[in-house]
């Protein structure tokens, strides 16, 4: 079997050059993952992956084309630069588009991220953490059926040659573990999810922690309701907070600024969320979920401040936005195997507030604290954005009952405005926050 390289990719970007290209990037990318689910405690499902991608852009002047594949072959290999060069000259001219100049480059290749755990679990192992993170959601008497318990362990690696002299690879490792349960029976049943991902095997929690949680939120959610229309302070639980925050991210993307399709296009250097807000994106975070040394394009990353005190302090540019906004890249380039870069955070963390979520709803009095979320929608040039959910109605700063089939609505500039973050951060994926407060926002429900 030909081996995936720097060698390999080397010569592909060299072979490319040679067949006519001006400039050419090859990236590769290897994953190998097991997963292991149990349902009812029997074995219900084995899944292995072994993967090996391959990605050539090239460019002609300003043209540019990308081809991919996953054999690596001699003769695939030069079917691929072929391939990619010819497309290449029938492909309209971008005046943005080439290869970042060596002096933008990343130099630290290996910064001590920590990404990578050796521990590889046998499939016996894991089909004990599936059994047990099962085990301990079935164990509440509310509990009637399952969904099912995994979990998973993978490892990847990825490589980036271009013919600007770049080269770097990072390799990684992920752990998986979670169940899904239902309560109740007849016309009130409920789901429950728990599960958690980390770098590190020994960073999950107990499967016994995660399982009793899963059933802990089936069971809670017996006996919802739906509530009447009205207009209420509204809690984001920590687990999904992140929502909220996920379109601010696709508003200040170079991209959409460039093209002038964004709410927040005139808003640079300008205060867009209440003083004390801060949001920040580090790709250097230890075992982070969303952390690299270098960016999608070999551009040196590094933290940023998204939003400080509130105050919108940048765009997110790669090469091709930043030129065209006549800026400096910021590192945010991010792609996969199909075209080339868009722009994207690694860890991006809402920082949190001095109350906990207790406190939120103390200080917010009645209203809904949302713990599911389904079919958000935005108008990107507005900022007008709806999202189905359920959760619970709370009074006197306590939970009163569950509540399904509502959707609350609102403008994100407005809301981002009256925000306020809870105190109770967890670090479950590569973007995270705290339970959010936002009073006064639209409830439609029956």
Known sequence: MTAMDENLLSDIVKSALHAGADAAEAVSAERQALGITVRQGKLEEVEREESRDLSLRVFVGQRHATVSGSDVSPEA????????????????????????????????LRPELDLFDPTEPNPEALETLARRVEAAALDMPEIRNSDGGSASAARSIWRLVTSKGFVGAHQASSFSLGASVVAGEGDDME??????SARWHSDLPSPETLGAEAGRRAAARLGARKIASTTAPVIFENRL???????????????????????LKDKLGQQIFARGIDIVDDPHKVR?????????????????????????????????????????????????????????TSNLTLLPGQIDQAGLMAEAGAGLLITSMFGPSLNPNTGDWSVGCAGFWFEGGALAYPVTEITVAGNLLDIYARMVPGSDLEFRGSANAPSILVDGLAIAGK
């Open 77 to 108: 290999r030069a079917r691929l630069v072929e391939r990619a060069v010819a497309m290449a000259r029938l492909a309209p001219e971008d005046p943005y588009a080439g290869l970042a100049d060596e002096g933008l480059h990343a130099t630290d």
């Open 241 to 263: 907070a992140t929502s909220l925050i996920g379109p601010l991210i696709g508003a200040i993307g170079g991209p959409s600024i460039a093209r002038g399709s964004s709410f």
């Open 288 to 344: 982070g979920l969303g952390s690299s040394p270098f960016d999608d394009e070999g551009l040196a990353n590094r933290p940023w401040s998204l939003i400080e005190d509130g105050v919108l302090t940048t765009w997110l540019l790669n090469l091709s936005s930043a030129r065209q906004l006549g800026l400096e890249p910021t590192g945010h380039a991010s792609r996969g195997m199909a075209g080339p870069s868009g722009v994207g």
């Open 191 to 196: 789901s429950g999810y728990e599960g958690r």
